[in-house]
DNA sequence: CTTGACGTTTACGTTAACGTAAACTTTTGC
DNA sequence: GCAAAAGTTTACGTTAACGTAAACGTCAAG
């Protein structure tokens, strides 16, 4: 099961194993996310079957972890992408808690731009101590 | 002690309470991040003085925590301000990691700018479903 | 037919980053 | 001058996010 395609034609499916060396992380932390109730495989007698959907939501874990958000922010973010969200009440809970994640990742631009900054002035330290390092050979 | 300022003259000083007040973070914090060396408050007798240059680091702590990062890493980037960093292996280490960092947070934009849109669409589908909801009463 | 690669569940261990509490001293407002 | 507020150290507790290990099932290859 080396490649997890069974048709061209059909959507494709992957095993525990291939995900965990897609993205280069341990098959205990994607059961785990599944405990969490962020992932629902299908299940071929006992073994774990994912599909595109699945795979899809794993990378949107990966990529809230990426940006320090906990499981359970990328769960409720994940949430998101949900068919139909009842009452007018819950909907604007979303709605509100939409705005909440886009402030927060304006700081977070801020924070990246301003420490990218930093970073240059520090390189540029680092190649002038250089310069005048080989100057005292 | 309400307002650290000794005189208008020299630079300002602030109480551990002063600090956890204006950053909305407990003393217990604090002094978590000085045992693990990124800080080094004056003392006045047992008392912990904090001076600018110890309020920035503090800033810089976290912004990192902001990003995502461990402490172990913001105090690695805090250590980059620092003066002189002796031969040039360690410079060139130095240089390494800079852009290492540099390349993390280039993966960052991208994520924040791939979640922003997505928070977008989730956003629209949220008032059309409003809008949709209110045909419904 | 057994070995090895892969899968499963269950459960205890670990690390980071503090929280919480106790027990005590020091400073400050009135 | 004394109670309340703020400071200190020491130490145990807690949560998230897995790591690690045990103990077992399953299936294709040699």
Redesign the pocket.
């Known amino acids: ?1 080396a490649e997890g395609a069974t048709a061209v034609t059909s959507k494709p499916t992957y ?4 995900l ?1 060396r897609e993205f280069s ?5 994607i ?3 599944e405990d ?1 109730g962020m992932l629902s495989p299908a299940r071929r ?4 079957v994912y599909r595109p959907e699945d795979r899809v939501r794993l990378k949107l874990i990966l990529r809230g ?1 990426r940006l320090g958000l ?3 922010e990328s769960a409720e973010i994940i949430n998101m992408y949900d068919p139909a969200h009842g009452n007018v009440e819950q909907i604007q809970r979303l709605l509100d808690s939409i705005r909440t994640k886009r402030a927060r990742l304006q700081e977070q631009l801020q924070d990246i731009h301003a420490l990218m900054a930093e970073l240059d002035e520090a390189e540029a330290r680092c190649l002038e101590n250089l310069s005048t390092e080989s100057l005292n050979k």
Chains 1, 2 share one sequence.
Do not use: C, P
């Open positions: 099961m095993s525990i194993s291939d965990a992380i341990t098959t205990r932390a059961r785990f996310y969490k007698g006992q073994t774990r972890k906990s499981l359970e």
